[in-house]
T-cell receptor, first 110, second 114 residues
Framework: QKEVEQNSGPLSVPEGAIASLNCTYSDRGSQSFFWYRQYSGKSPELIMS????GDKEDGRFTAQLNKASQYVSLLIRDSQPSDSATYLCAVGGGGNKLTFGTGTQLKVEL | EPEVTQTPSHQVTQMGQEVILRCVPISNHLYFYWYRQILGQKVEFLVS????????KSEIFDDQFSVERPDGSNFTLKIRSTKLEDSAMYFCASSEALGNSGYTFGSGTRLTVV
């Protein structure tokens, strides 16, 4: 069974700090990796995708992928209270199905 | 920005009744999906649909579930005889291409089975 593991949190960071969210996955054949943000009672919103080893930056967000270690991370710089949400790691194989982790709750404190 | 539209936003149904959840995917997208999220749990894949047929389904998607694209715009999920454990948020999603280019999710339908 393909698994995606995340620490459920909550992860609390002060406003302006860097938030670091981590995810591990079990299937070595995984090819695509995503971070979604989900506010309470809302649907997942895609914020980052990454497909190859290394870093990918988009504004305040940086996704990092290490396929050898089966590890994906998301860094959020200059964290804002509006970033407070649950962050879902999702992993895809060769097809079009995504396997989601349980999510990490992030709280950005004033 | 294009969006995936789901109706209704909330549906309450009695156990054993049939429900149909409706979705309008983004117009130029070719791949359609249903996921569900039981309260406090992870988002789970149900089914993917392409070229008017199911391309993949999970163990959850048993004979009680079916999907249909009855016209050029709607994509529906039917649950024939609902159970209490079907209570969840159901999300429709669509994507332009295969290979996990990242989905756009709809706002979801909260299904409550009583």
């Amino acid at each position: 069974q393909k698994e995606v593991e995340q620490n459920s949190g909550p992860l609390s960071v002060p406003e302006g700090a860097i938030a670091s969210l981590n995810c591990t996955y079990s299937d070595r054949g995984s090819q695509s990796f995503f971070w979604y943000r989900q506010y309470s009672g809302k649907s997942p919103e895609l914020i980052m995708s990454i497909y190859s080893n290394g870093d990918k930056e988009d504004g305040r967000f940086t996704a990092q992928l290490n396929k050898a270690s089966q590890y994906v991370s998301l860094l959020i710089r200059d964290s804002q209270p509006s970033d407070s949400a649950t962050y879902l790691c999702a992993v895809g194989g060769g097809g079009n199905k995504l396997t989601f982790g349980t999510g990490t709750q992030l709280k950005v404190e004033l | 920005e294009p969006e995936v539209t789901q109706t209704p936003s909330h549906q309450v149904t009695q156990m054993g009744q049939e429900v149909i959840l409706r979705c309008v995917p983004i117009s130029n997208h070719l791949y359609f999906y249903w996921y569900r999220q039981i309260l406090g749990q992870k988002v789970e894949f149900l089914v993917s649909f392409y070229n008017n047929e199911i391309s993949e389904k999970s163990e959850i998607f048993d004979d009680q579930f079916s999907v249909e694209r009855p016209d050029g715009s709607n994509f529906t999920l039917k649950i024939r005889s609902t159970k209490l454990e079907d209570s969840a948020m159901y999300f429709c999603a669509s994507s332009e291409a295969l290979g996990n280019s990242g989905y756009t999710f709809g706002s979801g339908t909260r299904l409550t089975v009583v």
